[in-house]
């Protein structure tokens, strides 16, 4: 394993993380809705959205990061690198749009709705959709793991099977050398 690599698995393992304090919130607004579940989600994702501008900073550093990571994997252009880390790149660009698209103008939804605009059901909504739209981050990101884990288990199988052609080679051209010496 290589510094991109490592680069890939920490971001992702961070975010991972991240969104498994948010299920403690989510699992709740998306199976078994009632009022004090509600109250939860409006107090964790209020201080959620409004955490400091160095802890969003960091959240766009190690995303940025495990993005650098996967790009200049697939810059290597082998089969590998399209399969897998094709594929992880594809699940780790829908997990930003998703983040851009469905996370923030959801929090923004909670936190600050628009007057005559958006109403308490409206915020609950977006309560909602936002812990979907976790489930479905942390969907990605597993498939990533798993995608990164998949393409070191074939690189090692891969391994282990060059070196034994290569001493299969070897054996064959002893054999051939000694029936030339006879």
């Known amino acids: 394993?290589?510094?991109?690599?490592?680069?890939?698995?920490?971001?992702?393992?961070?975010?991972?993380?991240?969104?498994?304090?948010?299920?403690?919130?989510?699992?709740?607004?998306?199976?078994?809705?009632?009022?004090?579940?509600?109250?939860?989600?409006?107090?964790?994702?209020?201080?959620?959205?409004?955490a400091p501008p160095a802890i969003k900073a960091m959240l766009f550093g190690i995303g940025g990061v495990g993005l650098i990571g996967l790009l200049s994997k697939v810059l290597q252009w082998d089969e590998s690198?399209?399969?897998?880390?094709?594929s992880s790149l594809a699940a780790y660009m829908f997990s930003i749009a998703l983040y851009f698209t469905v996370t923030i103008p959801s929090a923004q939804t909670i936190v600050d709705p628009l007057p005559d605009v958006d109403t308490r059901e409206d915020q609950i909504d977006a309560m909602r959709v936002l812990s979907a739209?976790?489930?479905?981050?942390?969907?990605?990101?597993?498939?990533?793991?798993?995608?990164?884990?998949?393409?070191?288990?074939?690189?090692?199988?891969?391994?282990r099977e060059m070196t034994k052609l290569a001493e299969m080679e070897k054996k064959e051209g002893s054999t051939l050398e000694t029936k030339k010496d006879q």
């Open 133 to 159: 739209s976790n489930t479905i981050a942390m969907v990605l990101l597993g498939g990533i793991l798993a995608l990164q884990a998949g393409q070191e288990y074939a690189r090692r199988i891969e391994r």
């Open 1 to 50: 394993m290589g510094f991109r690599q490592a680069a890939v698995l920490s971001s992702v393992c961070f975010f991972l993380g991240v969104l498994f304090i948010c299920l403690n919130v989510d699992y709740r607004l998306l199976f078994d809705l009632n009022q004090q579940a509600v109250e939860d989600g409006f107090q964790f994702y209020t201080t959620f959205y409004n």
């Open 81 to 86: 690198a399209m399969f897998f880390d094709g």
